[in-house]
């Protein structure tokens, strides 16, 4: 079983920046990438950024040169640094893993619960 745990959130001011972790622990076979996703309340979830395991990355257009993705391999996990955050980016950030599992030919995806990330004066 995987478990995907989002970490990082918070309050923070228009203009600052915060850096979310994301932690994937478990019986994994093979990583495809890992994304993060947010949600507004009373929106659908939206896309922010995802980087793929030979280091592909890539950013929705309002993410695109504020938040950054990264990955360490190693330890299954992901952050997100978030610069020059706006009140609209206030959500539920989430973190997911697409494994790939070789021994029966399917990709799997590991949600994590999120965390909640407020920008507000």
């Known amino acids: 079983q995987v478990q995907v745990v989002e970490s990082g959130g918070g309050l923070v001011q228009p203009g600052g920046s915060l850096r979310l972790s994301c932690q994937a622990s478990g019986s994994i076979e093979g990583v495809y990438g890992m994304s993060w996703y947010r949600r507004v309340a009373g929106k659908e979830r939206e896309f922010v950024a995802e980087i793929r395991s030979l280091g592909t990355l890539t950013y929705a257009d309002f993410a695109k040169g504020r938040f950054t993705i990264s990955r360490d391999n190693v330890k299954n996990m992901a952050f997100l640094q978030m610069d020059n955050l706006k009140v609209e980016d206030t959500a539920v950030y989430l973190c997911?893993?697409?494994?790939?599992?070789?021994?029966?030919?399917?990709?799997?995806?590991?949600w994590g619960q999120g965390t909640q990330v407020n920008v507000s004066s």
């Open positions: 997911n893993l697409v494994e790939s599992q070789y021994s029966v030919g399917r990709t799997v995806v590991h």
